[in-house]
């Protein structure tokens, strides 16, 4: 005797404090994700406000002209590929080296409050972290630079000259971020079985050997989400990071895509240039991220998709 199928008013009937639930959530992702998505047309229109989306006329693919001929998309191009591939090269070993060293300790006390520190800067605004590096690293007034001249020491643009800028943009950025990453990473090393730890000992592997043959290879499949999600990003980069570090001393490295996107769509009011330098900016970390997943399932990783 075959069962005949239940439709969707049963189910509907039977779970429907968990649709109401989950209700909300959709409305809000269909309004403020899936909805702004129409305005992506103004990248192949010469947008005027007064004429709205659909009385601007088309324009195809002029707009794109106009945006890779203009002399600042090398520049903009060139600047965010580095300041995020120096991000991916300098910030994304971190959280891994600190979640080992965080679980070879075994103070609990200790573990702790170690953690809860890396991961308030997480929770900081980038004005927040602007600041405080001003007050840090100016030339004349900050604590660093005091400190240095009280020793005779002469003072360092940390942020007023382009290469040291550079160098401090990436460094302050792995402060900021390794906080989150760590937690992500000891979470992932938590749900790794004992008893691979234990044979490993009876096999005569010493710690350092027991990170490296086990640990890290239990935790493969996280690092490899992590750095497709971060390939993802390459692209696009912090605009607020760049704004609230930004001064007009060194100005080498900070126009980027999200920055040139900001001035061309708030400042000059140019909707339909900005639009598609974002959409060119987005179709780019989409084609990456669905390469990056592509190889790591080739090499019998887990992916995103």
């Known amino acids: 005797m075959t069962l005949k199928p239940k439709g969707i008013g049963f189910y509907l009937r039977r779970d429907w404090e968990l649709y109401a639930l989950v209700f909300l959530p959709m409305v809000f992702v269909l309004l403020f994700k899936f909805g702004p998505m129409f305005g992506l047309i103004i990248a192949f229109k010469d947008y005027r406000i007064a004429r709205g989306f659909l009385g601007s006329s088309w324009v195809g693919f002029r707009v794109f002209q106009e945006v890779f001929s203009h002399r600042l998309f090398i520049p903009a191009l060139r600047n965010t590929l580095l300041l995020n591939f120096l991000d991916l090269l300098m910030g994304f070993p971190m959280p891994i080296i600190l979640a080992l060293l965080l679980n070879e300790v075994t ?20 004005v927040i972290i602007g600041g405080i590096a001003y007050q840090l690293f100016s030339v004349n007034t900050g604590m660093i630079n005091n ?32 906080g989150w990453g760590t937690i992500i990473y000891l979470a992932s090393i938590s749900g790794i079985n004992p008893e691979l730890y234990e044979a490993a000992t009876v096999d005569g592997a010493g710690r350092l050997r027991q990170c490296f043959s086990v640990t890290i290879p239990c935790i493969r499949s996280t690092i490899v989400i992590l ?79």
């Open 107 to 126: 103070t609990k006390w200790f573990k702790k409050v170690t953690q809860t520190l890396l991961y308030l800067p997480h929770f900081l605004s980038w």
């Open 147 to 178: 400190l240095l001249g009280s020793l005779g020491a002469q003072r360092f643009p940390f942020l007023t000259s382009d290469v040291p800028w550079l160098v401090s943009y990436v460094l302050i950025g792995m402060w900021q971020s390794m």
């Open 227 to 305: 750095l497709i999600m971060n390939l993802g990003r390459i692209m696009g980069g912090s605009f607020e990071r760049i704004y609230a570090l930004a001064n007009v001393a060194a100005t080498e490295f900070t126009t980027t895509i999200p920055v040139l996107v900001y001035r061309w769509g708030i400042q000059s009011m140019n909707f339909s240039r900005a639009t598609a330098l974002g959409l060119f900016q987005s179709v780019i970390g989409l084609a990456m991220v669905l390469a990056s997943n592509f190889v790591a399932k080739k090499l019998g990783e887990e992916g995103l998709l």
